[in-house]
């Protein structure tokens, strides 16, 4: 059983009827160094409590000077 906290709600894996969706995920990395990185995720998500069935990295990308 896996607890996903979404915000401050705690939602219980077990008790979503989970109705999935696909969807992107953009992360941003920033470095103490000035560099950054983006990441693009393609997801597989619960549209009801926002569980992450699959996360696949699809695009990476790194800056010298972030401008983010």
């Given at each position: 059983e896996q607890t996903l906290v979404v915000g401050t709600t705690a939602i219980m894996k077990s008790v979503?009827?989970?109705v999935y969706v696909s969807g992107?995920?953009?992360l941003h990395h920033k470095s103490m160094n000035?560099?950054?990185?983006m990441e693009k995720y393609r997801l597989q998500y619960c549209?009801?409590?926002g569980y992450?069935?699959?996360?696949?990295?699809?695009?990476s990308?790194?800056?010298?000077?972030?401008?983010h």
């Open positions: 979503c009827n989970h992107y995920e953009s000035g560099t950054c990185k549209k009801s409590c992450v069935a699959k996360r696949v990295l699809v695009n990308r790194s800056f010298e000077k972030c401008v």
